[in-house]
């Protein structure tokens, strides 16, 4: 599967965006997927992660509550809604492929795409 994220930017502290990851390749369906992200200067951490169905997600402690992670098989694309953003969540986010939605971990990722950008500044 190959992956492809966007709908990054600019926002202020408070506002929301939606990341997409689009995927191509017809093994979409088997995978479960995850949104990472990584700030200058630290480790790429593993934020949100959905099982294959859309059935069980994965949240780390810094997102929830603010952040939803959905999919839409029939489309092939992952979706990332980030509300009440802080600055502390600009980062560079991908998406990948992960082994399961509870190992929501960049060790258990693969088919890596390109990141896409958010910045959260006033």
């Known amino acids: 599967v190959q992956l492809q994220a966007s709908g990054g930017g600019l926002v202020q502290p408070g506002g929301s965006l939606r990341l997409s990851c689009a995927a191509s390749?017809?093994?979409?369906?088997?995978?479960?997927l995850g949104w990472f992200r990584q700030a200058p200067g630290k480790e790429r951490e593993g934020i949100s992660c959905?099982?294959?169905?859309?059935?069980?997600?994965y949240y780390a402690d810094s997102v929830k509550g603010r952040f939803t992670i959905s999919r839409d098989n029939a489309n092939n694309t992952v979706y990332l809604q980030m509300n009440s953003l802080k600055p502390e969540d600009t980062a560079v986010y991908y998406c990948a492929a992960v082994t399961s939605w509870y190992r929501c971990d960049p060790h258990f990722g693969s088919s890596w795409g390109q990141g896409t950008q958010v910045t959260v500044s006033s």
């Open positions: 390749g017809s093994t979409y369906n088997v995978y479960a």
């Open positions: 959905i099982s294959n169905s859309g059935s069980s997600t």
